[in-house]
Structure formats: C-alpha cells, structure tokens
C-alpha cells in the first residue's frame, strides 16, 4: 500500500469489471475547501490474491463518492472517457459545518499523470447531503 501522508486520507472499495477488487486512496488537505491532490489505486485479484499497484485503468473509468463508488467498462459510444477516475466531494464536514456547504471537491483524476480536471461547472452546496453518483444499467 502506498505510504500515508499528511492531511486527509479517504479509502474506497470498488469490484472492477476484470474480477478484480480495487482498493483506492484518495488523499489531500483536511481544512474546509482543500482539494484532492491524488488518487493511489491497488488491486487484489480474487482467483490469485497477489495485491498489485494500478498505473493504468485501461478501458475502465471509477467514480468515487460519499453514496456510491463503482467502476464501468467504457466504449466509443459513452460520453464518460476511460482511463479516468470521477470523484465528488464526501467531505461531510464541510457540507455541514460551513458556511456554504460541499461540494466543491469535484473533478477527474488521471491516474497515468497525475492530473486533475473539473467534470462539473456548476455550484453544489447542499448542507444536506454531498454530490451523489447515479449509477447507469447500460
């Protein structure tokens, strides 16, 4: 597993559509309005069990978040791009102890290169309850 560093640390769960079972670290700064930094993913393959680090997602996306994490195998015809990870903001904290409330962690990590860039142009600042993912029946 990949060194803790300082700040907040999340992990989530997710079986992959390769019969894997993917464990994410979603790490970055604990103060309200921090944003991620990065994503460290490792898979455990349930035929074999050897842990291995993901450095490519191949044709699957994740989307990550307070009410549901889950993976899709991606093809031509969605409008999701693979090799990506989707997250929202699960800072619970921020959506109930401040002013504006959450929502404002949002966006779309590579995981080859580190990146991150928004996915949602809009305010959510619901004091209620964080961003949730609807997840499709393709």
């Known amino acids: 597993m990949p060194q803790r560093v300082?700040?907040?640390k999340q992990a989530y769960l997710v079986q992959s559509t390769t019969g894997s079972l993917s464990v994410m670290s979603r790490q970055g700064q604990q103060e309200p309005g921090a944003r991620t930094s990065r994503f460290d993913v490792v898979a455990i393959y349930l035929e074999t069990q050897p842990w291995t680090e993901v450095k490519n997602l191949k044709n699957t996306s994740l989307f990550l978040g307070w009410n549901s994490s889950f993976s899709l195998e991606i093809n031509e015809k969605h409008?999701?791009?693979?090799?990506?990870i989707y997250f929202t903001d699960d800072y619970l904290e921020s959506s109930r102890h401040?002013?504006?409330?959450?929502?404002?962690?949002?966006?779309?990590?590579?995981?080859?290169?580190?990146?991150?860039?928004?996915?949602?142009?809009g305010k959510s600042y619901s004091h209620f309850s964080p961003p949730l993912w609807i997840e499709p029946n393709f």
Do not use: A
């Open 98 to 121: 401040t002013k504006n409330g959450g929502g404002k962690d949002m966006g779309i990590y590579h995981l080859e290169d580190g990146k991150i860039e928004p996915h949602f142009s």
């Open 6 to 8: 300082l700040g907040r």
């Open 79 to 84: 409008h999701i791009k693979s090799k990506r």
